[in-house]
């Protein structure tokens, strides 16, 4: 593919998508190549609604193709939220830090073997005729107690992968684009771009 608008203003998810798409995509574009980009409210009850919305509502905007994803953290103990409030899960504005603060506090005293969560990803590819496919990655870990490690974004620092012993933010990024939610939906999305060219 010549060329994919990948609608996400979130710079850590930019870059995992450039990575994860290099040699399938020759050019990956960003809502800052488009300024008048309309805001898409992201008010959908599960996380494909809402990455097919914003990927449809920007495809029909540049008359491009459109990748959109939507994800978060759905925690066992919680019932499955923050789920598709991940990002507001301490309030519109709410930066990282809030939201993992907030979730430490609602996981206060809840002992390791309780703490199951698992990350989800669904990513949305549009056209500008209105075909959209979906495709879905999920892994699950443990919600730790103190955050770990420097990289990632958002929840990476609470939360820890058994099979490495690590948590996102510790992972190494090829490592952690291999198993990560949003690189298992990716492989099928690199997969369908593929046979299609």
């Known amino acids: ?17 450039g990575e994860l798409l290099r040699g399938v995509v020759d050019t990956i574009l960003s809502p ?10 992201e008010d959908g009850a599960t996380f494909e609604e809402n990455a097919i ?4 509502s920007a495809a029909r905007c540049t008359g491009r193709p459109v990748l959109a994803d939507d994800s978060g953290l759905c925690v066992d103990y919680l019932g499955g939220r ?3 409030y991940s990002a507001r899960f301490a309030g519109e504005g709410a930066t990282d830090a809030d939201n993992n603060a907030l979730l430490l506090r609602e996981l206060a005293g809840v002992p390791a073997e309780k703490r199951g969560a698992a990350f989800h990803c669904v990513i949305a590819l549009c056209l500008p005729d209105g075909t959209c496919r979906t495709f879905d990655g999920a892994l699950a870990g443990v919600i730790l107690e103190t955050p770990r490690g420097e ?23 090829e490592i952690k684009n291999a198993i990560s939610h949003r690189g298992r939906a990716m492989q099928m999305l690199k997969e369908a771009l593929t046979q299609s060219r």
Do not use: I
Not at 32 to 41: N, R, S, Y
Not at 151 to 173: I, W
């Open 1 to 17: 593919m010549k060329e994919l608008l990948v609608a996400s203003g979130n710079k850590g998810k930019l870059r995992e998508f």
């Open 32 to 41: 800052a190549d488009f300024p008048d980009l309309p805001d898409v409210v």
């Open 151 to 173: 990289g990632g974004f958002g929840y990476d620092p609470l939360f820890m992968v058994p099979e490495y012993g690590q948590t996102f933010s510790e992972l190494p990024m």
């Open 82 to 84: 923050p789920g598709v």
């Open 53 to 56: 919305k914003k990927a449809l």
